[in-house]
T-cell receptor
């Protein structure tokens, strides 16, 4: 059974710092892995999608890596800003039409 | 233009009532989903549906039923609402092996 774990559950860092969010999954047989952000009371916004054949994806200050063999993904945020404060969710898609979410990391960037 | 839309955004109703939430996507995706986000903010898939197959999460009560009038719509019907059904419900869509795009959510409150 696929399980997705995100560490840490919450993180506070001063503005301007670089940071890494971690995601681990128990079954390496996945179609893809997706990172989302969710602002309080809002829906999910897709940040980066990594297909199983890829090792990383970049978008602006965000970089996501994928190591299927070890069941790990990281989301790197460079030069953090207060607007980055949100909950970040990692989700993996197994070989069927399911998607499994982690419980998220609540990120707070201190001005 | 909104890619995935849901109505209503908020829904307050009494126990025992029957209600529906509508979802539409204009992305041309093949598969649509319904998720429930509980008070602990944990996202869990309820259904996935494409033209061929409905996949139901085994934990979903049969009071919940998805209805798809066409490829761009997947509505969620809930019968005999219970207090524990209070949550935020998200609709999403995707292509095969693609990333998921989420709607803004419907906050359901059962009193």
């Amino acid at each position: 059974k696929q399980e997705v774990t995100q560490i840490p559950a919450a993180l506070s860092v001063p503005e301007g710092e670089n940071l890494v969010l971690n995601c681990s999954f128990t079954d390496s047989a996945i179609y893809n892995l997706q990172w989302f952000r969710q602002d309080p009371g809002k829906g999910l916004t897709s940040l980066l999608l990594i297909q199983s054949s890829q090792r990383e994806q970049t978008s602006g200050r965000l970089n996501a890596s994928l190591d299927k063999s070890s069941g790990r993904s990281t989301l790197y945020i460079a030069a953090s800003q207060p607007g980055d404060s949100a909950t970040y969710l990692c989700a993996v898609r197994p070989g069927d039409d399911k998607i499994i979410f982690g419980k998220g990391t609540r990120l707070h960037i201190l001005p | 233009d909104t890619a995935v839309s849901q109505t209503p955004k908020y829904l307050v109703t009494q126990m025992g009532n029957d209600k529906s939430i509508k979802c539409e996507q204009n992305l041309g995706h093949d598969t649509m989903y319904w998720y429930k986000q509980d008070s602990k903010k944990f996202l869990k898939i309820m259904f996935s549906y494409n033209n061929k197959e409905l996949i139901i999460n085994e934990t979903v009560p049969n009071r919940f039923s998805p209805k798809s009038p066409d490829k761009a719509h997947l509505n969620l019907h809930i019968n005999s609402l219970e207090l524990g059904d209070s949550a935020v419900y998200f609709c999403a869509s995707s292509q095969v092996e693609g990333g998921q795009y989420f709607g803004p959510g419907t906050r359901l409150t059962v009193t």
